[in-house]
Structure formats: structure tokens, C-alpha cells
């Protein structure tokens, strides 16, 4: 399924396409309109060190041709894909060069959160990085329990961090279960970042969650460039649009590649008008 050329035609919502090159034309359309781009080369878990490896060489080639595009372009990147289930050490050694390359070219390697049982050694690697290079960013879940004193811990090290809900099922032992509870949570988290944090990234697409995120800078005199928002491209570009309008620095979160069935899969669990969006494309000609 992930290979098939039909998939194109259901993915492209969400998926800018299976080549840097179509990864790169996304970019630039975005940039004409005023919004800047994250990129994400799709998959997660490896098995091996040499498909570490392939990954670590895969983005610094990605690297060099968003330094080229100079769209003020980051990458965001998942530990798993660089051997952490295997060796967090291997991880930190494959992750060095990538974000060396970043501070090279003045942008960022903003590494996402995967499931709970990998924060630790995500936040250790993240603190390596920040101490001997900067240019990280570090993304925190809000509704895992342990995201307030992280949070806490990380702009103390003066860390940015891209705040986000999170989409992994975890069990009621580490997180909140109910979306009310999330939200309350992000709300907090949201004013702790902007209080003391390092040009902190606020990432949803929760309207509630935005408004009240403006309602703390407008009140504080926090100016736009003192932060930015962030969505995944494709999802609720009609709060896209009306951010940009208004201001405030957008960056979309990009994905590309063959890898798209995971990624593609929570983003229609997200939200149930994606699985209607999907629908009406699929009875298209």
C-alpha cells in the first residue's frame, strides 16, 4: 500500500510526496505564502544499525538541500529512526552530525516525542546536544504527567520546545486519559513557556488552545517574535490562513516519504473530519 501510485491521490493532504523533491516544492509554495516548514522524513522504529546509519545519511543529505532552498527550514526527527531502541548511545553518535550540520547552517534539529517509555533517553540526548552545540528543540506532550517538570527542567536549560497534546495511546498510569484534562494541562504548560521558555513552539490545532495562547502574549506584551505556532500541513488550514493574517510566525510540520502508513493513520484518528476528507477524495475520478 505504501508504494502503490495510488496512494499519492489519498496521502497528498497530509504528505507532501515520496521524493525531496516534491519535499522541497512544498517548501517553497510555503514559503510564497508566508509560512515556514519543518521536515520530516516518515518512519519511525529501525532494526538494525545500518538502517540507523541510512537514516543519519538520509538527512544530512536533506540538510544540504534545505540550506540550498534557505526557507529558514528546520528538520524534525525521531530518535527511534537513528537505532534509540537499539543504543541510546549509537543514537547520540548518529544524531552529533546532524545537528553540528544544523548549527553549520544556522537552522535547527527539532526532535519529536515518541511513546513515554522513550522520554528519558530522548531528553538525555536532547540535553547532550543542546550543551555542545544548541540549535535543538525538544517536543514535550502534554498530556503525559511528568510534561509539567520536564518543561520545567528544559527552560531552565534554556531548551526550546514545541508543545503538542500528543497522539500515542498510553496507559492511565503516565497520562491523562481525558481531553478535558489534556487541555487543562496544555493550557499550564503553555504559560510556564511563554513565561520563562526559549522561544517556545505552540502546536495544535485546537482553536481554544490558540486563543488562550494569544490571550498570554497580548496580556504579557510578548511580541510574535518571540515565538511562533505550529500545525501539521494539511489540517486546518482555515486556522492556518487566519494565524499568518494575523502575524504570527507558522511553521508546518512536512512529512515526506514511503513510509507515510503510521503517520497517515493518527492523523485520520486525530480528527474525524480527516476520515470524511479522505472519503469524499477516495469517491473522486
Excluded at 33 to 41: I, Q
Aim: aromatic content about 8%; charged content about 30%.
Amino acid at each position: 500500500m505504501e508504494t502503490s501510485p495510488t496512494a499519492d491521490r489519498l496521502t497528498s493532504r497530509f504528505v507532501a510526496g515520496r521524493s525531496i523533491e516534491q519535499e522541497i516544492s512544498v517548501i517553497e509554495r510555503l514559503k510564497r505564502e508566508n509560512v515556514l516548514a519543518t521536515v520530516d522524513y516518515l518512519g519511525e522504529n529501525v532494526h538494525s544499525l545500518e538502517e540507523a546509519a541510512a537514516t543519519r545519511d538520509t538527512y544530512l543529505a536533506i540538510l544540504d538541500r534545505v540550506g540550498r532552498a534557505g526557507a529558514g527550514t528546520t528538520i524534525s526527527i525521531k530518535l527511534t529512526q537513528f537505532g534509540l531502541s537499539i543504543s541510546t548511545d549509537v543514537c547520540r553518535d548518529n544524531v552529533d552530525p546532524l545537528v553540528a550540520k544544523a548549527k553549520e547552517l544556522g537552522t535547527r534539529v527539532e526532535i519529536d516525542m515518541e511513546s513515554s517509555e522513550y522520554v528519558d533517553r530522548t531528553l538525555q540526548i536532547v540535553s547532550a546536544m543542546q550543551a555542545r552545540y544548541g540549535s535543538v528543540r525538544s517536543v514535550i506532550q502534554a498530556y503525559l504527567y511528568r510534561s509539567e517538570k520536564d518543561v520545567d527542567c528544559l527552560c531552565g536549560e534554556g531548551i526550546p520546545i514545541r508543545l503538542c497534546k500528543g497522539a500515542y495511546k498510553e496507559p492511565a498510569e503516565v497520562a491523562f486519559q481525558k481531553k478535558v484534562e489534556v487541555d487543562r494541562n496544555y493550557v499550564r504548560l503553555v504559560h510556564i513557556m511563554l513565561e520563562r521558555g526559549t522561544y517556545p513552539a505552540i502546536a495544535s490545532h485546537d482553536e481554544k488552545m490558540v486563543a488562550e495562547a494569544l490571550r498570554v502574549v497580548k496580556a504579557q506584551g510578548i511580541g510574535p517574535e518571540r515565538f511562533e505556532f505550529q500545525m501539521l500541513y494539511g489540517i486546518r488550514r482555515d486556522l492556518q490562513q487566519k494565524i499568518v493574517a494575523d502575524g504570527y510566525t507558522l511553521r508546518l510540520y512536512v512529512p515526506y516519504g514511503d513510509a507515510w502508513y503510521p503517520y497517515f493513520m493518527r492523523r485520520l484518528a486525530e480528527r474525524p473530519a480527516n476520515v470524511m476528507f479522505l472519503a469524499r477524495n477516495m469517491l473522486r475520478r
